[in-house]
């Protein structure tokens, strides 16, 4: 026990003389965390839009409130003809024109509908669908309130995940993939890269030749970084409640335990990278590229696994990742306690088991 | 009984055999040098000594524990350092010494008595504190032969462990060596390095997986009728 005191000290030691990497270890996750949530989001906030309300009547200025109220549009210029509309594209801030014709609210109410025009940039065709679908559901609230069955020709679209994501925040969607995705990648990286380096500076050698046995050097090497990997994982929780105002309904205590699972998991990942490399930079280069493209692409991170063909969804499988997506958006989001997340918790847990038993096991060999 | 002994030892990577039934034993005390070209198999046959690589075929026996089966306690009685270093560059000279210390399950206080000794001997206290990647090449190397004896070792085995460094420094670090040996630690050593051969009590030269001549460098020069180990090894080297 005494020899792994000493060897985890040691193990400290590089970590915090070693600037760099532990700018890596926690810059990374930082700069990542918000690059990939603000950057990888398609939610659209205070879009500048101009409004050309022809009606101006109690209804219509209502309809103009609401669409100020949230957070999504600001009203840039209120428009006084349709001339101006031209002209407030042209400028390039206006993204999108509500044009509300006369009599609004006396047609809504006599003629039973009302219209409303959409003049969207299409010049970024992707904003422009989202901007046009959040006004079409603020419009669909306003003519709910107004308690009409009367037909207004704009309707909400409504979709399954609604339920969780009332607002359709895609931050809700993309924070938990970022966080696993970050999680992993650090943990597995550190560990690879630390063990790799001892091989490659060949001081791996004399920690072979010294009286202590395998398991010890790995365990030894590892834990200090178990420590460093769940700190990590904190600043990552931290940032998506803080920053993307992701909820967390569940039970802390067990979304903590499971991001330690998740952490053991990586790190045995990365164990099992160095037993198989013998350079920094390979290591580097195999946890980054080997971890990075099949988690962002079969995780369901980005592309949801339930519409990839049967051959990539049993694959998917295979990666951690996928699993703890499922655990951290069911505990942060819906509330689900470990009575609906035990299979997933169960399989990372043969994950870590299998990765750690395999990696002793190659390092033994290496050994004799 | 002697240190190391061993019997048709042999090493092979798939068809290759890197070590061909070497026998040969060492005494006790014994400054050993383990001379051969690069490949000629030093390496191969050293690591199995320590039990870092496991023997295809043959007998050895280190410190009376057999490699086989008793790795874990050769391992104890052995110390090592290896051409590339075996210390630790990020981390202060003092750091390095506990640690090895350390792992090899030295308790505190004896490690602390020992570092001092250590540092005195080297004349490095004023370095304690400095990190070793600050320290000049010879004098890692010297420190590094000191920690690879802090357990006190029967035996120590050194892989090219001079390389790159100039003759004075390398005189110095073979005064370390004698004085090891002059208390009765066994020093089994490889070198390319003609001129420290003659400084080993007596030599084995490999050629080919092959020991190929063994005795004390007078005998060799005298066998081989040569002035110097240089032209020892040549005419070996030759004469395959």
Redesign the interface.
Known sequence: M??F???A??EF??IF??KRTLLILFGMPVVQIVLFGFAITNEIKNAEIAVLDQSRDYYSNRLVQQLQAGSYFKIDQELQSHQAIEAAFKEGRIKMVVVIPPKFGESFFHLHKAQVQLLADAGDPNTATTLINYARAIIGNYQQQLNGPQAMPLTINTTVRMQYNPALKSVFLFVPGVMTLILLLVSAMMTSITIAREKE???M????????PPAMIVTGKVVPYIALAFINALVILGMGVWLFGMPIKGNIVLLLLECALFVLTSLGLGILISTVTDKQQTAMMASMMGLLMPTVLLSGFIFPVESMPLPLQLLSNVMPAKWFIIILKDIMLKGSGLRDIWPQSLVLCGMTLLFVTISIRKFKIR?? | MHPIVTKELTKKFGAFIATNAITFEVKEGEIFGFLGANGAGKTTAMRMLCGLLRPSSGEAKVAGFDVYTQADKVKQNIGYMSQRFSLYEDLKVKENIRFYGGIYGLSNNVIKEKTKQLLQKLQMEAEAEQLVSALPLGWKQKLAFSVAILHDPSIVFLDEPTGGVDPVTRRQFWDLIYEAAGRGVTVFVTTHYMDEAEYCDRISIMVDGRIQALDTPRQLKAQFQADSMDDVFLKLARGK
Not at chain 1, 205 to 210: A, G, K, Q, R, T
């Open positions: 005494r020899q005191f000493v060897f000290r040691k030691y590089h003389r070693d500076l060949g001081t050698e004399i920690l072979l030749v010294s009286p202590l050994l004799s």
